[in-house]
């Protein structure tokens, strides 16, 4: 998954972009809201974090912008504010979610799971195709009675696959789910994961195509 960071505590940041980026996801930080502005423009995301208090102005006028221009990309407000009409008032504005500062990461790791579950019209975090099981939050993919545990580009790679199965991906739409801007890799680099995704898959009724000229889409052997 892509995720946009709009946090102006440099400190903060770094540590919320290295803990998801643990988990496999690509994230980009804006520190200000012209810089993400210009980020929306050039790339697509799966989910954005939103500060309220930037140096350029306010969160809240953000996400109102945001909804007003029919992106429907889900938003995660981090405030620093408990008081209830405060959290109320982010959810009014159009906010799908909200962590209040300081917060455990991994309350943020989970939040971030349940709201794109939500985005994705599925209830649990596992989802299955062909008798093949993805765990999204375990990183587990069973078959035939047997699990092995996904690095974390793998099980990000391979969810792109089980959210639209037969779906044709380019290699550059899926270098942009997986990669952030800050990331120096070539198209080459999903030629290695789409095969390490084949190995693994080896044994089940599952297979990763590559369509010619186009991509690859996730298909069953049935």
Known sequence: MRFLLIEDNAQLADAVVGRLALDGHAVDHAGTLEA??????AASYDLILLDIMLPDGDGRDFLVDHRKAENRTPVIVITARS??????????????????????????EARCRAVLRRQGGVAANQKTYEGVVLDSTSGGLTFNGNTEILRNRE????EVFFRAPGQVFSKSHLMDRLFSFSDEVSENAIEVYVGRLRKRLDGSDVRIETVRGLGYRMVGKT
């Open 83 to 108: 008081e209830v009409s405060d959290r109320v008032g982010l959810l009014d504005l159009g906010a799908d979610d909200y962590i209040t500062k300081p917060f455990d990461f991994s309350e943020l």
């Open 36 to 41: 993400a502005w210009a980020f929306i423009n």
């Open 155 to 158: 099980l990000r790679l391979l």
